[in-house]
């Protein structure tokens, strides 16, 4: 990882990179079917057959049930259909939408201060999908946000003019003492350039603002945009300061595209890890512990061992050396790595330990070097690459924390690569290939990548910065991998890789990281020696696949919207008997799948149309259900949540079936 980052946060067959700037937020047909996710009827059906077959009699409430299921899956479908056909424009693709999502943050900002006259107003930008305005005023409810959502349109009907005008500083500051706003005298402060912009709502209310805005406030459809939200916000980000209301909203060119930002917004949710964490039982945040700090369940674990196991092998098989190195550390080497001077904010207080201070970590690199240190390293040892999957601890703030997003410790799968400057080159192409390797496992194919060179300050000499720069360029071009260039967005000790992957909803999620660094082999004082047995200083290369465990995790599970695939879901088949006669011969199937490395367990004590459906809802993969006639051939009627009812069959022949299925990472 970098040593300064920044604070964050089918089965495919290729790696297909994204071309540059699409002019889609969330792109055509990338919105995905609730019904085909949770393929309830199949559940029905497949009760229906085996009660028949088995002469087991279902309750009248599951027909009405399914019945209920299918008319609700057939609204999504369609609802589904009409948002496929929407393409949503975005800020940077339409400049017609970015004016109107500015132009609407002034009109709420109007309308608040007429419903609400004691409102102080800050500023109010345009966003991702809208845009939000910050008051100084007192709480509001949902009840507020219809009231001022009314007032608004009453101001988009009238039509009015927006204007801009160009006045003198001293023009500015007598206009904002007269309406009394001191945020906006504050704001004023903070403006260089002369003269001072205002943009007018015709003659009743005014801001401080560069534009750009529609002409005419009747230039919006009112029926394309929604207030979302209220949230408390510290004024410039600052706990010490006044917590101002901000108010979200979203705003659309149309009514069909804002139809279908709410679908999506809605699918979203459907998907929230936080939700789908605690309903599949996953994991948690427990407040007894402390925000931030995750409790990983059996089920999360067994998801965590495979994405562990699976990274750990690829590596190893990539010539890397696996590593453990403690979670603290003294004082002294972060100050010779420079966070205790540039990352302070970001880490936790020290602790004394026999008259010596020590440190939690917040990054895995000084370890890392210190293992290379640990002998006198020749030319002839490069590449030399290195591999944790390392805990670090970071600080914040308990209101900036989001499930698994933003946590306060997690795993980073970190690793750090000691070569030549020649070696630059094929090294950064190796852990590209290593990481398409990686990503198209767990169903990622399509991406977004980005190419950060050097900033105006900047450690090492020009001819390093272009070698290296030179370097990351050519391993791209030789991926044959689509990419941006993001001038002087490099870190200061080096250029670098960003990759953002896309999941189901087309949502892009920052992962991937490789850093060339030009600063810790400096600190360090690292070195190895020549062929003319010179000391010389080698490269470093930080590099970051998942980015870390946790949030990985999480993406994960909004991507899949916890239906996991056969191969990567913690229980994969769950046996469900029809009474519990059948159990000692459920035992038995269990433990035959047990042996056979297939993560299975049994369920009883209910009806079979209840056990059916609790498996539906927990997402398992597979239900073998036995009666009877199963006891007494040996066998077990199967089903699959991806392909509905596959029949009755022997438990050699199952096994067989779900071996294959896992070894090809296919669905059964």
């Not at 559940?43 to 299921?69: H, M, P």
């Not at 990983?296 to 965590?304: L, T």
């Not at 949502?507 to 004082?525: A, E, G, M, Y």
């Amino acid at each position: 990882m970098e040593a300064f980052p920044s604070l964050f946060l089918p089965k495919p067959t290729s790696l297909s990179p994204l071309k540059p700037p699409l002019p889609l937020c969330f792109p055509h047909k990338r919105f995905l079917s609730i019904s085909k996710l949770q393929p309830q009827s199949h559940a029905r059906n497949f009760g229906a057959l085996y009660g028949k077959r088995n002469g087991v009699s279902f309750s009248t409430a599951v027909t009405t049930e399914s019945a209920t299921v299918s008319q609700n899956d057939t609204a999504q479908e369609t609802q589904k259909e009409e948002s496929d056909k929407i393409v949503l424009p975005t800020n940077e693709s339409s400049e017609k939408l970015l004016r109107i999502r500015h132009t609407c943050a002034h009109v709420m900002a109007m309308a608040v201060q007429k419903l609400y006259p004691e409102a102080k107003v800050t500023i109010g930008p345009w966003i991702e999908n809208g845009f939000y305005y910050d008051f100084d005023m007192e709480p509001l409810t949902d009840r507020d946000l219809k009231r001022i959502k009314k007032e608004m349109d009453r101001i988009i009907a009238r039509n009015l003019p927006l204007v801009r005008e160009e006045v003198t500083r001293d023009e500015a500051q007598r206009r904002i003492m007269a309406v009394k706003e001191p945020y906006k005298m504050e704001i004023l402060e903070s403006i260089k350039e002369d003269p001072i912009t205002i943009y007018h709502i015709g003659e009743e209310w005014w801001d401080l603002c560069a534009g750009p805005h529609v002409d005419s406030t009747g230039l919006i459809n009112k029926k394309a945009v929604e207030l979302e939200s209220v949230a408390g916000a510290y004024w410039r980000g600052d706990e010490n300061k006044p917590m101002l209301q901000r108010i979200y909203g979203t705003a659309w060119e149309s009514e069909e595209q804002l139809k279908a930002y709410l679908y999506f917004k809605e699918e979203a949710k459907r998907r929230d890890h936080r939700r789908l964490g605690q309903y599949l039982d996953l994991f948690s945040i427990q407040d007894e512990a402390g925000g931030g700090l995750v409790f990983w369940h059996p089920k999360g674990a067994i998801v965590r061992h495979i994405i562990e196991n699976s990274w750990k092998k690829i590596h190893m098989e990539h010539g890397y050396d696996l590593l453990y190195t403690p979670h603290v550390a003294k004082v002294d080497l972060w100050k010779i790595s420079g966070h205790l001077d540039f990352y302070r904010e970001n880490m936790y207080d020290q602790m004394k330990i026999e008259d010596e201070n020590y440190q939690l970590r917040p990054m895995n690199c000084p370890y890392h070097i210190l293992v290379y240190k640990r002998r006198l390293n020749s030319y002839r040892d490069f590449p030399i690459r290195v591999a944790e999957l390392g805990t670090v601890y970071r600080y914040e703030l308990s209101g900036s924390l989001h499930g698994l997003f933003r946590v306060r410790g997690f795993t980073q799968d970190d690793a750090h690569i000691f070569c030549l400057e020649d070696q630059i080159k094929d090294e950064i192409r190796g852990v590209l290939d290593l990481t398409e390797e990686i990503l198209l496992q767990f169903g990622f194919n399509k991406y977004e990548v980005n190419l950060s060179t050097r900033p105006d300050k900047f450690v090492g000499d020009d001819d390093i910065w272009e070698k290296a720069t030179s370097a990351l360029r050519d391993a791209l071009h030789d991926k044959g991998w689509i990419y941006q260039i993001d001038e002087g967005g490099g870190a200061f000790y080096g250029p670098k890789i960003d990759l953002k992957i896309e999941d189901a909803l087309g949502r892009k999620w920052q992962c991937s990281t490789i850093q060339v660094d030009f600063n810790l082999p400096q600190r360090f004082d690292i070195t190895y020696v020549d062929s003319n047995m010179e000391k010389k200083q080698p490269i470093m290369i930080h590099r970051a696949v998942l980015g870390s465990l946790e949030r990985f995790f999480g993406v994960l599970i909004e991507h899949y919207a916890g239906d996991f695939p056969l191969w990567l879901s913690p229980i994969q088949v769950r046996v469900l008997p029809v009474t519990d006669t059948q159990l000692e011969y459920c035992k038995e199937v269990i433990d035959q799948l047990r042996d056979n490395g297939i993560r299975a367990e049994v369920c009883h004590g209910e009806r079979l149309p209840k056990l059916i459906r609790n498996a539906e809802k927990q997402k398992i993969p597979l239900m073998a259900v036995v009666g009877p006639k199963e006891v007494e051939t040996q066998s077990v009627t199967v089903r699959s949540r991806f392909s509905g009812v596959l029949g009755t069959m022997k438990i050699d022949e199952f096994l067989g079936r779900i071996k294959l299925a896992i070894e090809k990472r296919t669905s059964l």
